[in-house]
């Protein structure tokens, strides 16, 4: 059974930072999604296990970077720049075999959330 285990989440103001990790218990592609109270989970950054390549939302691009640190099996999320409407419960997501990186039925395993809140 894979175990994803989520940290970093809390309450900053708007500007501020913060910095998500995510521990998995083997080697994957990894995914972060988003939550909103009344929205849909939505894709927000992934790291492709097979060539390290990386993808963003347009909503992020340019203020959040994913990293993986492959000695821990390990992704990061470091959320720059935050806007309240960064305001979610974030989702660690892996999977062994993926086409479509964005889609949240493409991962096989979920982290338990986090919520990060911005305040303005």
């Known amino acids: 059974q894979v175990q994803l285990v989520e940290s970093g989440g809390g309450l900053v103001q708007a500007g501020g930072s913060l910095r998500l990790a995510c521990a998995a218990s083997?080697?994957?592609?990894m995914g972060w999604f988003r939550q909103a109270p009344g929205k849909e989970r939505e894709f927000v950054a992934a790291?492709?296990?097979?060539?390290?390549?990386?993808w963003y939302a347009d909503s992020v691009k340019g203020r959040f970077t994913v990293s993986r640190e492959n000695a821990k099996n390990t992704m990061y999320l470091q959320m720059n720049v935050l806007k309240p409407e960064d305001t979610a419960v974030y989702y660690c997501?892996?999977?062994?075999?993926?086409?479509?990186?964005?889609?949240?039925?493409?991962?096989?395993?979920w982290g338990q959330g986090t919520q990060v809140t911005v305040s303005s």
């Open positions: 997501a892996a999977a062994r075999f993926i086409l479509n990186i964005r889609r949240t039925d493409e991962y096989e395993y």
């Open positions: 790291f492709r296990l097979d060539g390290g390549r990386t």
């Open positions: 083997g080697s994957y592609t």
